[in-house]
């Protein structure tokens, strides 16, 4: 995780430099200062604090110049984090700037106690900004991760309501007319007398044209799902269930909405697990369950089938992958030879939809 990886960059340097405290601080639009990583030792200022940049701090002051800034007494020292600061008996402190991109985005503090603050050396400055220029890496490098998952799930997202677009043309459309068609044939078949061969193929033509109706409603679901659209996770999972080749077992732990991006990753690959169950595992049970506890919806698929499914070989699941993790979720298969498959997602939850 970042925040452990900054954690253990702030203790390294704290470490280096023989300081009592090693602080990372995130500069807020608002003009204060939250600490987001570091290291200690019983100091009581914690990660998740949010201090003013007002008065006199090496933080204040890096805010302002975007230099490296030190304080060499708190005594003297005036505004409300000094005070803080000689409450937790920090006499020095040294700051050198976060800069992301070319914009500070922060601040790195080394602190010293009463009877350290001799070891506060002349270099220590140059010796802070090697720790934040990693610092800087690291957060460039995770603001990238998150652009790119951002990216991801805005393209997922225009590619889903196209989907539902074309599944609402289709059903208003060209289904609703081949119903009609469909109606039609077979009110001109009544009107002719039985026996006469044109009966026959008048009705042939109608039979014809439900069979592409029922065709046209599958690749309607596969392109997007009406139900899942109106009824939710429960309903959409429960009619997948009814149309599998294998016997599945169900348990829908929850019935909440969750937000459209959300309950579409789990459909498919809801849809996706059970097709491949009835295609290659032989398996004579699938057992699906859906659960939302902890912030977060969890899908679990597992068979008695054969197992041995390797998921990067064409199964389907490489991009339902992408679509799990653009949501910051993650996706998992178990399948060892002979013992059957286990497919586990889960996807972090921030708001159910009325």
């Known amino acids: 995780q970042p925040t452990?990886?900054?954690?253990?960059?702030?203790?390294?340097?704290?470490?280096?430099l023989g300081a009592d405290v090693g602080r990372l601080m995130r500069y807020e639009q608002d003009g204060t200062g939250t600490i987001f990583a570091g290291s200690d030792d019983g100091i009581a200022i914690t990660v998740g604090t949010r201090l003013t940049l007002e008065g006199e701090s090496v933080a204040a002051s890096v805010f302002r110049t975007g230099r490296p800034a030190r304080i060499q007494d708190y005594a003297r020292a005036s505004g409300p984090?000094?005070?803080?600061?000689?409450?937790?008996?920090?006499?020095?402190?040294?700051?050198?700037p976060i800069v992301v991109d070319g914009r500070l985005w922060g601040v790195?503090?080394?602190?010293?106690?009463?009877?350290?603050?001799?070891?506060?050396?002349?270099?220590?400055?140059?010796?802070?900004?090697?720790f934040t220029e990693?610092?800087?890496?690291?957060?460039?490098?995770?603001?990238?991760?998150?652009?790119?998952?951002?990216?991801?799930a805005r393209v997922l997202a225009a590619a889903d309501e196209a989907r539902r677009r074309i599944e609402r043309d289709l059903h208003d459309g060209a289904q609703q007319r081949l119903v009609s068609l469909a109606l039609a044939v077979r009110s001109v078949?009544?009107?002719?007398?039985?026996?006469?061969?044109?009966?026959?193929?008048l009705s042939n033509i109608a039979d014809g044209l439900t069979h592409v109706l029922d065709?046209?409603?599958?690749?309607?679901?596969?392109i997007h799902p009406a139900m899942l659209s109106q009824g939710g996770l429960g309903p959409a999972l429960r009619t997948l269930a009814r149309r599998s080749a294998a016997p599945v077992e169900l348990r829908v732990g929850c019935d909440r909405r969750f937000r459209?991006?959300?309950?579409?990753?789990?459909?498919?690959?809801?849809?996706e697990a059970l097709a491949n169950a009835a295609k290659h595992a032989d398996a004579s049970v699938v057992h699906v369950d859906l659960v939302a506890e902890d912030g977060t919806v969890q899908l679990t698929i597992r068979d008695d089938g054969v197992g041995g499914a390797d998921p990067a070989q064409g199964s389907g699941l490489i991009g339902l992958r992408d679509r799990v993790e653009a949501l910051g979720g993650t996706i998992e298969v178990a399948s060892p030879a002979g013992e059957g498959t286990v497919l586990s997602v889960t996807i972090p939850v921030d708001d159910a939809r009325e």
Not at 85 to 92: A, E, H, N, T, V
Not at 189 to 198: S, Y
Request: hydrophobic share 45%; glycine share 6%.
């Open 215 to 222: 065709e046209l409603q599958d690749i309607s679901r596969g």
């Open 260 to 271: 459209e991006g959300v309950e579409v990753a789990v459909y498919y690959v809801a849809s």
């Open 4 to 16: 452990e990886v900054f954690d253990a960059v702030a203790a390294e340097m704290r470490q280096l």
């Open 81 to 96: 984090t000094a005070a803080l600061l000689r409450k937790q008996g920090i006499r020095s402190s040294v700051g050198t």
């Open 189 to 201: 078949e009544a009107m002719v007398a039985p026996g006469q061969k044109i009966r026959q193929e």
């Open 134 to 152: 990693l610092v800087a890496t690291g957060i460039a490098n995770a603001d990238s991760r998150a652009q790119l998952s951002a990216s991801r």
């Open 108 to 130: 790195m503090v080394a602190a010293w106690r009463e009877e350290q603050a001799q070891q506060v050396l002349a270099d220590t400055e140059l010796r802070m900004a090697q």
